[in-house]
């Protein structure tokens, strides 16, 4: 009896010792000094931002706010100060501890998303035709459901597929299951509508899964399989096939139709003539016209047209090489990191940014058509859990790879 009660002890004792070894162990992945590059580049294309936003929405806020031109400027700014202050407090956290939220956070997403489409919900609030927003009407206390999903994916795909390691080869394991979870919000999104938003779940995903090592072949397959379906639906539509979607892809084709012109063409035509009358060089700062009233929402999902028209082709192109910039320091973080959870962590969100610049571009210039509701946007936010995440540098930091690169976990 004495000699069982002394291994128990022992064995107790070893446990504690073992945990407090892991514990030590993680805290010290999460240390490290500040990745400055990156941190000046997240601080730079928020301050351009702020910058374009104040210029873009002077003349709508002015118009919809009572004379109150600055509006918008002053609740991004409050934005940027609280994206700010969650950059700072959440770099002094421990990434590893994410670990056991990801399903909660999955969980609770689609719960939301749920609650958004049912009907006669009384805290679902209903804008431009599409139910996206839960809380109060007529306040600012309100948030996307959909912004919650693009975290939860992050974390949870992360942390599961760092554990997954050989297992991601597998249907079972690999595939299937993360297919499933990217079907139901996608659906769950789709019928609010949000298409550029499930665009971007599911993009992020599928970035998620394959750098966490799914069968190579899979990858071309995947992308021929999504541009096939995307040229069959364009010629569907062009056919009269297909009705969904049929203004958008006929505004995309020739936006200054006289048959839509001054309907669903209206937006597009009026980018495309913001950007033609930028020029090379611009028309300087606040000299926009299409804002004053022809360009709708000028402050957010069209805020790259007035930057086209301001800033020229050369001030276009500064942004893109940003962002570029900003991607690219991203992955470098991503190789330097020291374990599977923190790379996919920094990858995740890196897809998130990139992708999101990318869609604001390619609508705003009419390269791809513009998916039902507001494109993402790449420069401006109008809520708290999106302000916390147009911050990468905070993930950035939890990614704890900014010292010398250390042996993979």
């Not at 104040?54 to 002053?74: C, H, M, R």
């Not at 990614?399 to 993979?408: G, T």
Request: glycine share 10%; proline share 5%; hydrophobic share 45%.
């Amino acid at each position: 009896m004495a000699r069982t009660k002394s291994k128990k002890r022992l064995v107790g004792t070893w446990s504690t010792q073992q945990r407090r070894e892991a514990m030590e162990q993680s805290r010290e992945a999460a240390r490290g000094p500040v990745d400055l590059p990156f941190l000046l580049l997240t601080l730079l294309l928020t301050a351009m931002g702020m910058v374009m936003v104040l210029s873009a929405s002077f003349p709508s806020a002015y118009y919809e706010n009572n004379g109150n031109g600055a509006y918008y400027f002053v609740r991004q700014g409050i934005f940027a100060v609280l994206g700010l202050a969650a950059m700072f407090g959440l770099s002094k956290m421990n990434y590893q501890r994410l670990r056991g939220v990801g399903r909660l956070l999955l969980w609770g997403s689609i719960l939301l998303l749920v609650l958004v489409i049912v009907p006669g919900n009384p805290i679902a609030i209903t804008e431009n035709n599409a139910t996206r927003w839960l809380g109060i009407r007529g306040t600012f206390l309100r948030f996307q459901p959909s912004e919650l999903a693009k975290m939860a994916v992050v974390i949870y795909f992360s942390a599961t597929i760092s554990k997954k390691r050989e297992k991601m080869q597998t249907w079972s394991q690999g595939i299937w299951p993360y297919v499933l979870i990217l079907g139901v919000i996608a659906l769950l999104m789709m019928r609010e509508p949000h298409l550029s938003g499930t665009i971007l779940i599911v993009c992020t995903g599928i970035v998620l899964m394959i750098v966490g090592g799914i069968k190579g072949w899979l990858i071309p397959l995947g992308i021929g399989g999504v541009g096939l379906v995307g040229a069959l639906y364009v010629v569907l539509v062009q056919k009269g096939i297909l009705h969904y979607g049929e203004n958008r892809i006929n505004t995309w084709r020739d936006p200054f139709n006289a048959e839509w012109y001054r309907g669903d063409g209206w937006q597009i035509a009026q980018c495309l003539i913001a950007i033609g009358s930028g020029g090379l060089m611009g028309s300087g700062i606040g000299n926009s016209r299409q804002k004053y009233l022809f360009l709708p929402e000028p402050q957010n999902d069209y805020v790259f047209s007035v930057v086209c028209e301001e800033l020229g082709f050369m001030g276009a192109l500064v942004v893109i090489v940003l962002f570029a910039l900003l991607i690219w320091r991203g992955f470098t973080i991503v190789i330097k990191a020291r374990d599977r959870f923190g790379a996919m962590l920094v990858t995740g969100f890196i897809a998130q940014v990139g992708v999101q610049a990318i869609l604001n571009m390619a609508v705003g210039t009419n390269t791809s058509p513009s998916p039902p509701g507001r494109p993402a946007r790449a420069f401006r936010c109008r809520s708290f859990p999106t302000a916390a995440r147009r911050w990468p540098f905070c993930w950035e930091k939890w990614a704890s790879c900014f010292q010398s690169p250390a042996k993979r976990q």
